[in-house]
């Protein structure tokens, strides 16, 4: 059974950083696609990025380039989002999500052939 729990949240200034974390079990990591998605209450939930293994790309959303960086532990098993430089409009919910195959929704940051989520965990940026 894949479980995935992130880890990392939290209230931060703004121009603050955090590192998100999202251990897996039961997933094979580097197989297929992982990402990580945000949601503010009311609102649709939007990728922040993907890592394609299959594609050998990563893709990032405009919002959060040059600003946000994805990595994985293989050995770890686990996906990091290093969140820098952060402002206000970056307070969400923030969900890994895992692929149990080609995730045709990578590319666009559509949550679409994503079969695995986390909890989510809380990101608070305040002014």
């Known amino acids: 059974q894949v479980q995935l729990v992130e880890s990392g949240g939290g209230s931060v200034q703004a121009g603050g950083s955090l590192r998100l974390s999202c251990a897996a079990s039961?997933?094979?990591?580097?197989?297929?696609?992982m990402a990580w998605f945000r949601q503010v209450l009311g609102r649709e939930r939007e990728g922040v990025v993907c890592?394609?293994?299959?594609?050998?790309?990563?893709y990032y959303a405009d919002f959060v380039k040059g600003r946000f960086t994805i990595s994985q532990d293989k050995v770890k098993n686990t996906l990091y989002l290093q969140m820098n430089s952060l402002k206000p409009e970056d307070t969400a919910i923030y969900y890994c999500?895992?692929?149990?195959?080609?995730?045709?929704?990578?590319?666009?940051?559509?949550?679409?052939?994503?079969?695995?989520w986390g909890q989510g965990t809380q990101v608070t940026v305040s002014s």
């Open positions: 890592i394609s293994t299959y594609a050998g790309s990563t």
């Open positions: 039961g997933y094979t990591f580097g197989r297929y696609s």
């Open positions: 999500a895992a692929a149990d195959g080609i995730a045709l929704g990578c590319p666009h940051l559509r949550d679409m052939g994503f079969d695995y």
